[in-house]
């Protein structure tokens, strides 16, 4: 089944305990993304990448780092995550960039 | 970065109604329009996209209309039923220093009522 998958689903954590939310395809998309969700702000972007080993910052960087390794994934880092980092994120693919992104089912994170 | 403003930023109709919701851009590059929905607690899923050698494109009830001297695309929901109660972003690809990236719009609430 063609799928975006996201691990964890929910994560509950502390200022300054780095972590990682892991993102896999198994489409064999080029185009991965990261989006952060926020009440009343829609979908942000956070990084992006057109290839492997090609990243490049999105609208709100600041905070997180991205790899691209592998085709298939797109792990998203928090070195040193603070509570304005506390929200919904979403990892979506796409085949290019003018192709329908398929999103994951989200992270709901939230730092204390 | 790319600016795409959505209008209005909550709608509500009587069910069987019609349903408009807009978007503006600024790139005149931009050449792929899509339109997401998401449902509460769910993921946004693509429900039509129309690119920029098109002004117009249909889907049962649904349809989008693109306006490239404006730089605006619409969203037409006809004959609404309560299932299309959701949460819609539109989205455009825009023009960065060395290629192109994608920007999706602050979203619009759809309520319909029965």
């Known amino acids: 089944e063609a799928q975006v998958t996201q691990n964890p689903r929910y994560l509950i954590t502390v200022t300054g305990k780095k972590l990682t939310v892991t993102c896999s395809q198994n489409?064999?998309?080029?185009?991965m993304s990261w989006y952060r969700q926020d009440p009343g702000l829609g979908l942000r972007q956070i990084y992006y990448s057109m290839n492997v080993e090609v990243t490049d910052k999105g609208d709100v960087p600041e905070g997180y780092k991205v790899s691209r390794k592998e085709k298939r994934n797109f792990p998203l880092i928090l070195e040193s995550p603070s509570p304005n980092q506390t929200s919904l994120y979403f990892c979506?693919?796409?085949?290019?960039?003018?192709?329908?992104?398929?999103f994951g089912p989200g992270t709901r994170l939230t730092v204390t | 970065g790319e600016n795409v403003e959505q209008h209005p930023s909550t709608l509500s109709v009587q069910e069987g109604d019609s349903a408009v919701i807009k978007c503006t851009y600024s790139?005149?590059?931009?050449?792929?329009f899509p339109w997401y929905k998401q449902e509460l607690g769910k993921r946004p899923q693509l429900i039509i996209d129309i690119r920029s050698n098109v002004g117009e494109k249909k889907d049962q009830r649904i349809a989008v209309t693109l306006n490239k001297t404006a730089k605006h695309f619409s969203l037409h929901i006809t004959e609404t039923q309560p299932e299309d109660s959701a949460v819609y972003f539109c989205?455009?690809?825009?023009?960065?220093?060395?290629?192109?990236?994608?920007?999706f719009g602050p979203g619009t609430r759809l309520s319909v009522l029965p």
């Open positions: 489409m064999n998309h080029e185009y």
């Open positions: 989205a455009a690809t825009y023009r960065e220093n060395y290629g192109q990236n994608f920007v």
């Open positions: 790139d005149s590059a931009s050449n792929y």
């Open positions: 979506a693919s796409s085949l290019s960039l003018t192709a329908r992104q398929y």
